[in-house]
Antibody, heavy 125, light 110 residues
Framework: QGQLVQSGSELKEPGASVKVSCKAS????????MNWVRQAPGQGLEWVGW????????TYAQGFTGRFVFSLDTSVSTAYLHISSLRAEDTAFYYC??????????????????WGQGTLVTVAS | QSALTQPRSVSGSPGQSVAISCTGT?????????VSWYQQHPGKAPKLMLY???QRPSGVPDRFSGSKSGSSASLTISGLQAEDEADYYC??????????FGTGTKVTVL
């Protein structure tokens, strides 16, 4: 069970930063990692990475290091994705997603069975 | 790391079977049995359909099945139904705590 509710759409200019939030409810936040997935309009899914919600230790996919940063506020069961130096090609839906119970993102079994509704980030001048 | 390769589209009539391939390398699909499949309807978040190559989460119909041979995995939909029309993505573990999705396949029910 559980629910992930993401923040609303964002329109940003190139070079700006954005912070997308993902608030979890209905389960113990620290018991499951949080993943982030990107999907440009009309395109496929890209795995951005995940964060250990117990330790705060992040793992980023190739191509998402540097400008993409994961963070947590466990007091409000919320994960964040911060993207800096935005580019037009960052325009996409960003989803947060939780692995199924028993899944271990550190061990290969990061099967995402609970998803947020997605946040559209548009980068345009 | 490049995305896993999937056919752009497959189609079938209601009741027929369709198979979607997911081709990787000996370092990902060929090395780990950590392959999963997701279904995505337009405007919706993805939904987990298979994990560990062939396991179905609770609630997923048994007409969805999975297999793997070498560096390729497959999702088969038997008895195709109208509601199966969607995009499908495979995903594999890469090691070092990282993962990669496939390029995606659009399934059309004729």
């Amino acid at each position: 069970q559980g629910q992930l509710v993401q923040s609303g759409s964002e329109l940003k200019e190139p070079g700006a930063s954005v912070k997308v939030s993902c608030k979890a409810s209905g389960y113990t936040f620290e018991n499951h990692a949080m993943n982030w997935v990107r999907q440009a309009p009309g395109q496929g899914l890209e795995w951005v990475g995940w964060i250990n919600t117990e330790t705060g230790d992040p793992t980023y996919a190739q191509g998402f290091t540097g400008r993409f940063v994961f963070s947590l506020d466990t007091s409000v069961s919320t994960a964040y994705l911060h993207i800096s130096s935005l580019r037009a090609e960052d325009t996409a839906f960003y989803y947060c997603a939780r692995p199924h119970p028993g899944g271990k993102c550190s061990g290969g079994t990061c099967y995402l069975d609970l998803w947020g509704q997605g946040t559209l980030v548009t980068v345009a001048s | 790391q490049s995305a896993l390769t999937q056919p752009r589209s497959v189609s079938g009539s209601p009741g027929q079977s369709v198979a979607i391939s997911c081709t990787g390398t000996s370092s990902d699909v060929g090395y780990y049995n950590y392959v999963s499949w997701y279904q995505q309807h337009p405007g919706k978040a993805p939904k987990l359909m298979l994990y560990d190559v062939s396991q179905r989460p609770s609630g997923v119909p048994d007409r969805f099945s999975g297999s793997k041979s070498g560096s390729s995995a497959s999702l088969t939909i038997s008895g195709l139904q109208a509601e199966d029309e969607a995009d499908y993505y495979c995903c594999s573990y890469l090691g070092s705590r990282t993962y990669v999705f496939g390029t995606g396949t659009k399934v059309t029910v004729l």
